[in-house]
């Protein structure tokens, strides 16, 4: 399966971003999908967490109650909408397709997009 994240870009802190991964190759609904990022400097670290039906989700500590995850199987896209952006959230976002719960980023992981947040 190939995933391609897009949407990234330059906002405010307090501000709201939407990033996109379509994915081609192989339908979406037979993986668990999710979102890591990795920071300058930074190992990459999990974000948050949707499963095949998109019926749960899981989210990283740090994002929790700001950030939502959601897919669109038809579509072949998984969305995280992001708001009350930090500086800190300041990342690379890769989207990624996983047998695993919470989903891991060894399985297939596509090209990121870039996330800047201006304090």
């Known amino acids: 399966v190939q995933l391609q994240a897009s949407g990234g870009g330059l906002v405010q802190a307090g501000g709201s971003l939407s990033v996109t991964c379509a994915a081609s190759?192989?339908?979406?609904?037979?993986?668990?999908m999710g979102w890591f990022r990795q920071a300058p400097g930074k190992e990459r670290e999990f974000v948050a967490g949707v499963s095949r039906s998109g019926g749960a989700t899981t989210y990283a500590d740090s994002v929790k109650g700001r950030f939502a995850i959601s897919r669109d199987n038809a579509k072949n896209t998984v969305y995280l909408q992001m708001n009350s952006l930090k500086p800190e959230d300041t990342a690379v976002y890769y989207c990624?397709?996983?047998?695993?719960?919470?989903?891991?980023?060894?399985?297939?992981r596509g090209q990121g997009t870039q996330v800047t947040v201006s304090s």
């Open positions: 990624v397709a996983s047998n695993n719960w919470p989903p891991r980023d060894d399985d297939y």
């Open positions: 190759g192989r339908f979406l609904s037979a993986y668990r």
